[in-house]
């Protein structure tokens, strides 16, 4: 703050200022307010530079926020597509799964179905039927068995060190059951001082399914409980007092654990058994909802959810071939 001080003048008298002095005052407050006017001057452009800046950094921020939040929305709308499309995905492969699985069982149902009228005999010496097979089966099962009619289908060759299995083709497929019947009544068929075995002609994943049951009935035989293996490879064993029939090895699982008995089942029938388990339960919780919704006996039919599995997922799969075209 800038005093002035003027020497020549003097107070006035008590009773108010003398001219020199209301000079003096209203030049100081000029002064002051030149002086204040300056200031104020400078602090505007000041505050206008300073404004002009932060609106200029405000609308380069509110540009890149509002390009970002655009990005963010896309990005979100992306995300939120291929979660659907995920979960469209991941439908469309249950359900190719479980029909895989279930064509996998009609074909090997087809397999066996065409191998009924097919009988197959286990060791056999090697070279005992000569060159002519069908004169050896003509003269064999007379021999071991009564005489039936007879003819050839299919020989298979394999060089394995055991005596390779013959094939036999009947032309009718009673013939070949009461070979068999009478094979297994009879208990122990020889030829000569070596017993052959009689069996049916199964595919090949049906005798493996087979043998894994078969190695499954002699770990139980062993620690004294009855079991038996029934078509396809079924296990039927006693659990506790009661007979039970399991559809797989998988749903015996927990009872021969009980047991100790490890079974090895592949990764495939594993998932085809979780497949089939999921399958029916949810037919069983359609069938629920289903009389749920009857009893409520609703006007709409919004909430009985019986839409046909198939064509929504033909649907959903032609839907993506669309797009990927």
């Known amino acids: 703050m800038i005093i002035i001080i003027d020497r020549g003048l003097s107070p006035g008298p008590p009773g108010g200022f003398g001219t020199s002095d209301r000079l003096s005052i209203g030049f100081f407050i000029g002064f002051k307010f030149k002086s204040f006017y300056c200031h104020c001057t400078e602090y505007n452009e000041i505050y206008s530079f300073c404004s002009s800046e932060l609106e200029t950094s405000v609308g380069g921020l509110s540009t890149q926020l509002t390009k970002l939040e655009k990005r963010v929305v896309d990005a979100e709308g992306r995300i939120g597509a291929t979660e659907e499309k995920a979960a469209t995905h991941g439908r469309a492969i249950s ?40 004169a050896f089966i003509k003269k064999l099962l007379p021999t071991v068995l009564p005489s039936l009619p007879l003819k050839e289908d299919d020989i298979r060759i394999d060089q394995n060190d055991p005596p390779r299995s013959i094939l036999v083709g009947f032309a009718d497929y009673t013939v070949k059951e009461q070979i068999l019947r009478q094979a297994w009544t009879q208990g122990q068929v020889k030829m000569g001082d070596r017993q052959i075995y009689f069996d049916n002609d199964y595919s090949p994943e049906l005798q493996r399914k087979r043998a894994q049951v078969r190695y499954v009935i002699k770990e139980l035989k062993q620690k004294n409980v009855k079991a038996k293996c029934l078509y396809p490879a079924r296990l039927r064993m006693m659990v506790g007092s009661v007979e039970k029939t399991f559809q797989t090895l998988m749903e015996a699982a927990p009872a021969l654990q009980k047991m100790n008995i490890q079974i090895r089942v592949d990764e495939r029938d594993k998932l085809q058994s979780e497949l089939t388990r999921r399958r029916w339960e949810r037919q069983d919780n359609a069938e629920g909802k289903m009389r749920t919704c009857c009893r409520r006996r609703t006007a709409g039919f919004s909430s009985l959810e019986t839409a046909d599995r198939h064509d929504e997922v033909s649907l959903i799969i032609q839907s993506e071939m669309n797009i990927c075209e």
């Not at 996998?104 to 179905?113: A, I, K, V, Y």
């Open 95 to 134: 359900f190719l799964l479980q029909q895989e699985a279930e064509l996998m069982e009609r074909c090997e149902d087809l397999q066996n179905r065409a191998r009924r009228q097919n009988l197959r005999l286990y060791q056999i010496p090697e070279g005992t039927e000569g060159r002519d097979m069908v």
